[in-house]
């Protein structure tokens, strides 16, 4: 095992990934910016460097500092948790050459399914179905219009080396598409530095499920069972619980089959997510990305199949074998995440950072976790994602689950600065969640308009 390892990362996730070593018996070295000098994951890790200002251009994305911190302190391996340089191939690569490893997948594998046109490829390779779409990258809303109307609308347009939520936009007919285009490849050119562009048939209304898979060093894949995203804003998730009551055992079986026969068919290694769409109506199901790795919602499937994730990234990247075979998990109940956010709903989901003056999180009883990096005093500073805590619960049925998660909400208070709590307690309580009765565009058609009327 590891003697230590470097945490890329900071907030929630950079504190999960600490206790998750400190568990195995390895060491942590935290990496903070000049704003996070006093975030917890700094006073919790081993040891702590500071890799530049505030902004992530200068610290968390500065490649060069980051791998001077893991030599200057003997880290043997880095973990990059999720966003920052996560999915980043450059950086893995360069992890490889310095004899760092790397804690996810090869670069090679990274650049083949963080590019949706490889991936798409790879995937029709691998049998995994896909839906209509271009076969290569398209830069000219010409280009787009020709082939939406070859498509069929309504289509979807993704930036190529896009993620987040970022150069995606939905079309209904011709008319929106050169626009849209337009607004997408710049978004994207942006955030990524590329505006290419990817066309698919948008699958509408559709579930979001994705598989979380396993894969080590000896071939060795196994899935954790699928977790349902579908309540979603601007494409990003609010709310994901697993199993999905969308889904029978006989599709359970399809689906993550699929998934682990994808991540078989391009040799991953580490954790990873298979992210798909689903025809309620017809139960077709389509491969729609791949995420290289670990997701903000894995502790729903940690909860349902008792495997720790984070524990097993570690071991995994460590050159060990998988800990459990398919056949020893065995999922049981039922578990949700809501994610709770510094921002206002009310004004648009404005952030709204700022001084924690009181804070009490919710606690007690079997079933109930909250990962977060918060603490009385703290500030929460406004350069980075407004995540500010996870809040999941487990329960031996959905019903007991979503009881749970609104009494969990009902607990938890944060003094000095909005939240989306009341938020969520809010949609937890809805009628059609508590009934299962939604898709990817619930929330945003139907929640949020009778929301904001109140």
Same mark, same amino acid.
């Given at each position: 095992m590891f003697n230590k390892i470097l945490i890329a990362n900071r907030g929630e996730i950079a504190v999960r990934i600490i206790r998750a070593a400190r568990e195995l018996g390895v060491a942590t070295v935290a990496v903070y910016s000049e704003a996070d000098r006093d975030a917890l994951h700094v006073a919790l890790a081993d040891e702590a460097i500071c890799i530049g200002p505030a902004r992530a251009t200068e610290s968390y994305l500065n490649m060069n500092n980051i791998l001077e911190a893991a030599v200057a302190t003997g880290a043997q391996a880095i973990h990059p948790g999720f966003g920052f340089l996560s999915e980043n191939s450059k950086f893995a690569r360069l992890c490889e050459e310095m004899n760092i490893k790397f804690i996810g997948p090869s670069a090679q594998v990274m650049d083949m399914m963080g590019d949706k046109i490889n991936a798409r490829a790879e995937m029709v390779k691998a049998g995994v179905p896909v839906t209509p779409g271009s076969e290569g990258e398209v830069y000219?809303?010409?280009? /787009?219009?020709d082939l939406a109307n070859k498509i069929g609308y309504p289509v979807m347009l993704k930036a190529s080396a896009g993620g987040g939520g970022k150069g995606i936009r939905k079309v209904s007919n011709a008319e929106e598409l050169v626009p849209a285009f337009e607004a997408a490849t710049?978004?994207?050119?942006? /955030?990524?530095g590329n505006g290419a562009m990817f066309?698919?048939?948008?699958i509408f209304p559709a579930r979001h499920i994705e598989?979380?898979?396993?894969a080590d060093q000896h071939g060795?894949?196994?899935h954790l069972g699928e977790r349902d995203c579908s309540l979603q804003r601007n494409n990003q998730k609010v709310l994901e619980e697993s199993p999905s009551v969308a889904i029978g055992h006989t599709l359970r079986e399809r689906i993550c089959q699929a998934a682990v026969k994808a991540a078989a068919h391009v040799n991953y290694e580490n954790a990873g997510t298979i992210e798909f769409l689903l025809d309620e109506a017809s139960g077709d199901f389509f491969f729609m990305e791949m995420n290289t790795r670990v997701q903000v919602e894995h502790p729903v499937t940690e909860f349902v199949s008792g495997v720790d994730i984070v524990k097993e990234q570690i071991r995994i990247a460590d050159g060990q074998e998988l800990s459990v075979k398919q056949e020893d998990i065995a999922f049981k109940g039922h578990a949700i995440e809501c994610r709770i956010n510094a921002e206002n709903p009310k004004f648009n989901f404005a952030p709204s950072p700022g001084k924690i003056t009181n804070l009490f999180l919710p606690s007690g009883g079997v079933g109930l976790r909250v990962d977060s990096a918060m603490y009385t005093g703290y500030t929460i500073p406004p350069y980075y994602d407004s995540m500010i805590a996870k809040v999941i619960v487990h329960g031996e049925n959905r019903f007991e689950a979503l009881m749970k998660m609104q009494r969990a909400l009902m607990e938890f208070d944060v003094e000095g600065l909005t939240t989306n709590i009341d938020f969520q307690l809010e949609l937890i309580s809805d009628d059609n969640v508590i009934a299962g009765d939604y898709d990817t565009s619930f929330l945003a058609n139907t929640f949020?308009?009778?929301?904001?009327?109140?």
């Open positions: 000219t809303s010409e280009e /787009a219009l710049a978004e994207a050119k942006a /955030a990524f066309i698919e048939r948008m598989v979380q898979i396993l060795n894949v196994i949020l308009p009778e929301y904001l009327e109140k």
